[in-house]
């Protein structure tokens, strides 16, 4: 499995950006998925955007063209750049990765988008 370290959030005025940074304890390229999730008040946890160790990303529909994924290979660390933020984005935002079948996830970071 992989330990991870998340950093990043806050809050941000509607319109805002933010960038959610997730460090695994091992290379990347033996990670098979890692990526974001975030969980709303009172909602299940939901995936936003996750990338394969071959590159394939995915992205949450009401994301698409607003959140971008990306992976600095030499710092095992994935990236996620939010732009045009939402109220309705507020969450607590999880890494996570897939190591040999086993998930695991981050500690979360709360990301808020209020005037």
């Known amino acids: 499995q992989a330990q991870l370290v998340e950093s990043g959030g806050g809050l941000v005025q509607p319109g805002g950006s933010l960038s959610l940074s997730c460090a695994a304890s091992?290379?990347?390229?033996?990670?098979?998925?890692m990526g974001w999730y975030c969980q709303a008040p009172g909602k299940q946890r939901e995936l936003v955007a996750v990338?394969?160790?071959?590159?394939?990303?995915i992205y949450a529909d009401s994301v698409k063209g607003r959140f971008t994924i990306s992976r600095d290979t030499a710092k095992n660390t994935v990236t996620l750049q939010m732009n045009s933020l939402k109220p309705e984005d507020t969450a607590v935002y999880y890494c996570?990765?897939?190591?040999?079948?086993?998930?695991?996830w981050g500690q979360g970071t709360q990301v808020t988008v209020s005037s």
């Open positions: 091992r290379s990347i390229f033996t990670i098979y998925r």
């Open positions: 996570h990765a897939v190591v040999d079948g086993t998930l695991s």
């Open positions: 990338m394969y160790n071959d590159g394939r990303t």
